[in-house]
């Protein structure tokens, strides 16, 4: 067993490092607090190639180790967690392709999202959430088309999306079905931009599919597969939800550490204080345990092992501290941590979707109950 990164990790995680660094924590306040979305940072990502990060290299992607990808995410959440969402939500809406696409149709739209285009996953309705097998969206082969109606929210990169993966039941039948829905279809409709707590340079919005006449080549695998390539695509993106969440707590606990040496009070910095040392203490150890997790089921990936409990264990144990991590990182920081001006303020909000995305945690421990319950 090793735990060092080898050269091309350490080389890309520097390089996202100072990516981060230099062109998006310089400007992520801004976009949060203007809510826009930083159009110029994703064509700059893409430029270095730290873009599509799911994809391997036969399809335009850059073809990175499954460590790799995580370490990605993991700097980006650390500039900027909203950034870091709306990337990583074209690698989302890719898994269900990869899991479940023909050659042609992992050709085609993966070439719009490698050439400047975006891709959203269209799961989660207004009446299901968690319960997947409740949602309501139907889909009725007529000829060689599927008619599609019902609506998606909380969409991540609705708004710009050139495609979506969709989830939706055949009609008058419990068959789930998946498909991949072009933007430009008549019927389809996307809503307003969502204000939102934290992630306020992400796109978040509903789409609704008003008779849309999806063609029947669009399907992803059989009818009756949709749940399936569904809970599959899941598994492989929570672990980087993990990795999201790591860079926000990993960001915070930097914060902190920082302002508890510079902070004085009492004549003496207050990391000299021993209340504080714990914390920062419990932070570190916290921000390592999560990385250990997240990088874990993320190998798990790369051997081609099921992944699903370990997956879940990432996601909900990163998730779960960087909410801990961000809130002691405002408690070190006293007052100023509630202004916001200091970055731990952005990162307590950015924390606390972590632990409701990509299934809540409750889900979580869910599918790791009825894994271990199995065994
Ligand atoms: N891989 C492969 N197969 C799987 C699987 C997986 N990970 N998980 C479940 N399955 C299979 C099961 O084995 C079962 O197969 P059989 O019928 O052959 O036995 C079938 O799928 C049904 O499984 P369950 O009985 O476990 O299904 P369920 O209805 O009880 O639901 C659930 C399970 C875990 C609660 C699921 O509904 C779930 O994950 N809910 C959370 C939804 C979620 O994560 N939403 C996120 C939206 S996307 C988002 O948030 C992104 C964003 O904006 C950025």
């Known amino acids: 067993m090793d735990f060092r990164l080898n050269e091309d990790q350490e080389a890309i995680k520097i390089m996202a490092r100072d990516f981060v660094n230099q062109e998006m924590i310089p400007v992520a306040r801004e976009y949060d607090e203007k809510e826009e979305f930083p159009f110029h940072i994703h064509d700059k990502l893409r430029e270095v190639g730290l873009y599509n990060l799911a994809l391997p290299e036969e399809y335009g992607g850059p073809g990175i180790d499954k460590i790799s990808h995580a370490l990605i995410v993991e700097e980006l959440a650390r500039g900027c967690a909203g950034i870091a969402t709306s990337v990583e939500a074209n690698s989302l809406a890719s898994y269900p392709i990869l899991v479940g696409g023909t050659e042609e149709q992992k050709k085609k739209y993966f070439g719009i999202i490698v050439n400047g285009g975006y891709s959203a996953f269209a799961l989660t309705e207004p009446s299901a959430g968690s319960d997947v097998s409740g949602l309501k969206t139907t889909a009725e082969r007529v000829g060689d088309e599927y008619i599609l109606n019902g609506e998606k929210c909380f969409i991540t990169n609705a708004s710009y999306a050139n495609y979506y993966t969709v989830l939706a039941k055949l009609k008058d039948s419990n068959k789930f079905v998946a498909f991949i ?34 063609p029947a080549e669009n399907l992803l695998g ?154």
């Not at 933007?183 to 919005?205: C, D, F, I, Q």
């Not at 993990?242 to 004085?264: C, N, P, S």
Request: aromatic share 10%.
């Open 222 to 375: 059989e009818e009756g597969d949709g749940f399936k390539i569904f809970m599959k695509a899941l598994s492989y993106a929570r672990p980087m939800v993990g990795a999201q969440a790591l860079g926000i707590a990993q960001g915070a606990y930097e914060e902190a550490l920082r302002y508890a040496k510079e902070r004085k009070q009492f004549g003496k910095p207050i990391a000299n204080f021993q209340g504080i040392q714990f914390m920062l203490a419990d932070m570190a150890m916290q921000v390592e345990a999560a990385r250990l997790l997240v990088h874990k089921s993320v190998w798990y990936v790369q051997q081609g092992t099921p992944n699903t409990k370990a997956s879940s264990f990432a996601k909900c144990y990163a998730s779960d501290i960087a909410m801990k991590v961000a809130t002691d990182a405002v408690q070190i920081h006293g007052g100023y941590g509630f202004i916001r001006e200091y970055a731990v303020e952005k990162y307590f909000r950015d924390a606390k979707i972590m632990q409701i995305y990509e299934g809540t945690n409750q889900i979580q421990r869910v599918v790791i109950a009825k894994d271990i319950l199995a065994d």
């Open 181 to 214: 829905v072009d933007r430009e279809l008549e019927g389809l409709n996307v809503g307003p931009h969502e204000k939102k707590m934290g992630l306020r340079s992400s796109n978040t919005a509903s789409v609704t599919f008003d008779d849309v006449r999806v």
